[in-house]
């Protein structure tokens, strides 16, 4: 029998210390582990193998920031934490950015599209000029693009291209603030393969994303953001696309 999700919406204010907790012990034990470099690049508790742990202390700094436009969605099923995604807005030329600062689903509920339902409540209620999202992972840049764009086979890389750096500067998400747009979208010259990703600093271990990776272009599709450096993560920020009173895009995909 399948889960029966439930999917809650939460702004900054009204998120509870015990949403915090579930949502760090959910990323602490399913997130990724940290790759060769991180204990040279990030300090000696960043042991290269080991989980990506995240504190509570952490996690509102980095996306529920006081003085920020923030919010929490997530999911349960049968009572229990199956994903969330946290994300900021800010104002850029007259409209608003919704940026997602961290997705994390449980893996035994990955597979399901769980992740691009969770981002498709993000639009809710909002008209948005774009959204936005750095990750490693493929399976994250996929549900971005289902749910805000019009999917991998179509995906627009205009808007990153003429207003990345922009945008990202104006963040009030410091890491987001200060990641550098990287790859021959934004550079001139041999860039080694690499299109369109962000210097971040996050050593994370790139082997699990890069087996899911292989598994994507193994089914044919052709993967537009290019090769990923160590220490950086695939940068995608796209225009909304319209959503129909199914909730899809204007393309149909789910």
Not at 67 to 75: I, K, N, P, Y
Not at 227 to 245: H, I, N, R, S, T
């Amino acid at each position: 029998m399948s889960a029966i999700y439930t999917f809650e919406r939460i702004q900054a204010s009204d998120v509870s210390d015990t949403m915090l907790v579930e949502a760090a012990s959910l990323f602490s034990s399913a997130y990724g582990v940290w790759g060769p470099l991180a204990s040279q690049k990030m300090g000696k508790f960043c042991k290269p193998g080991n989980r990506v742990k995240m504190s509570v202390e952490r996690l509102r700094e980095q996306s529920l920031l006081p003085g920020t436009d923030s919010e929490l969605v997530r999911s349960l099923a049968e009572g229990q934490l199956a994903g969330y995604a946290f994300a900021t807005r800010w104002d850029y030329k007259g409209r608003k950015i919704c940026w997602v600062t961290q997705l994390c689903v449980s893996p035994e509920h990955r597979g399901k599209k769980l992740a691009t339902k969770i981002l498709l409540h993000l639009r809710e209620g909002y008209n948005d000029l774009g959204f936005g999202i750095l990750s490693s992972h493929p399976a994250a840049i996929l549900a971005a693009l289902r749910a805000w764009g019009r999917g991998i086979e179509n995906v627009d890389l205009d808007m990153a291209r003429e207003h990345a750096q922009a945008i990202m500067a104006a963040s009030p998400v410091s890491y987001v603030k200060t990641a550098k747009p990287k790859g021959s979208l934004f550079e001139e010259g041999d860039q080694d393969g690499v299109i369109c990703c962000a210097d971040t600093q996050f050593w994370v271990d790139h082997a699990e994303p890069f087996t899911a990776l292989a598994a994507v272009k193994e089914r044919g599709v052709e993967w537009p953001f290019g090769d990923l450096p160590e220490g950086c993560e695939f940068l995608v920020l796209v225009k909304a696309a319209k959503v129909d009173a199914k909730g899809g895009n204007e393309c149909g995909t789910k």
